[in-house]
């Protein structure tokens, strides 16, 4: 049976062909898909399906957290969450962002993404999360004075889908600018931004 994978992490400048070449090495590619930016731009996000589940699985041990031209693949199953989560964020930046189990239950599909750089579009959030789920609504929170706080809160249609976008997208690059993918909503994105940490 088919199976996609979801690659995150890799080189902006690197093309289907590029990636089709990692992937061949394990089985038969039968499709691959770089999100992009209306203006054509890898978000260095890709499904990669695989014609064959076993053949996928073993390309995932392989390749997941390996460099490629100095930056760190992150390939987790697009059905279900990956038992090889990406790393982590540093410890003093986990403990700023983490919420209890049933603040967590209570937010349903609502995550904020923290990090993204000045020039992103809610476009462009909506092609990065789309392969995680179902994207219900994007908002981008600027300040006080309109201007953007580089922060956004994301709905994903169910938990599972928002529980998958963390797993799949939490500390990974968009350019130059590393994402923090957790759950929150309005509130918890303001205050992890704007309240200073100990």
Avoid: W
Wanted: aromatic share 4%; proline share 5%; with cysteine.
């Amino acid at each position: 049976m088919a199976c996609t994978l979801q690659v995150n992490g890799f080189p902006k400048s690197m093309t289907e062909e590029e990636l089709a070449g990692l992937f061949t090495a394990f089985g038969t590619v039968l499709s691959i898909t770089i999100a992009r930016t209306p203006q054509r731009q890898s978000l260095g996000f890709a499904e990669v399906t695989m014609a064959d589940g076993g053949d996928a699985l073993r390309a995932l041990e392989a390749l997941n957290r390996v460099y490629v031209h100095g930056k760190r693949l992150l390939v987790c199953e697009q059905s279900s969450v990956s038992h090889h989560q990406p790393s982590s964020a540093p410890p003093s930046t986990v403990s700023t962002l983490s919420l209890e189990t049933g603040d967590q239950q209570a937010m349903g599909g609502q995550v904020c993404v923290d990090g993204l750089p000045p020039s992103v579009t809610e476009e462009d959030l909506r092609t990065l999360f789309s392969a995680c789920g179902t994207v219900v609504s994007v908002e981008m929170l600027p300040t006080l004075n309109g201007q953007f706080l580089g922060i956004a809160q994301v709905e994903m249609a169910r938990a599972e889908e928002a529980d998958r976008a963390i797993r799949a997208l939490h500390h990974t690059k968009l350019g130059d600018h590393t994402l923090l993918v957790f759950r929150g909503n309005r509130r918890v994105a303001r205050s992890n931004r704007l309240e200073p940490h100990m």
